[in-house]
Nanobody, 125 residues
């Protein structure tokens, strides 16, 4: 059983930065894919960024390209989402997710098997 624990959310002004962390535990993740998703109230959960554990494939949604970076620190077994130039429309609950294989569609919510509880990101204008 994989457990995912997110941290790093908070309140920031537009143009600011935050770094989210996700620490999976419970097993090794060499063949996993990891993703960051967000869900605003009344809206569907959408992918923000995703990567295979090896980094061989990386996906970003168009609206965050050039501003967000997903990365993995193998030594710390932690997945990060560095978010720069934040905008009010980035306000949402951000969830870390793990897919038990790394061969699927990184952008598809249905590929992911384990989910964290989420961390709130609020960007003020």
């Amino acid at each position: 059983q994989v457990q995912l624990v997110e941290s790093g959310g908070g309140l920031v002004q537009a143009g600011g930065s935050l770094r989210l962390s996700c620490a999976p535990s419970g097993r090794t993740f060499r063949n996993y894919a990891m993703g960051w998703f967000r869900q605003a109230p009344g809206k569907e959960r959408d992918v923000v960024a995703a990567t295979t554990w090896s980094g061989s494939r990386i996906y970003y949604r168009d609206s965050v390209k050039g501003r967000f970076t997903i990365s993995i620190d193998n030594a710390k077994n932690t997945v990060y989402l560095q978010m720069n130039s934040l905008k009010p429309e980035d306000t949402s609950v951000y969830h870390c997710a793990a897919a038990l294989t790394d061969i699927g569609d990184l952008s598809s919510t249905s590929e992911y098997d384990q989910w964290g509880q989420g961390t709130q990101v609020t960007v003020s204008s």
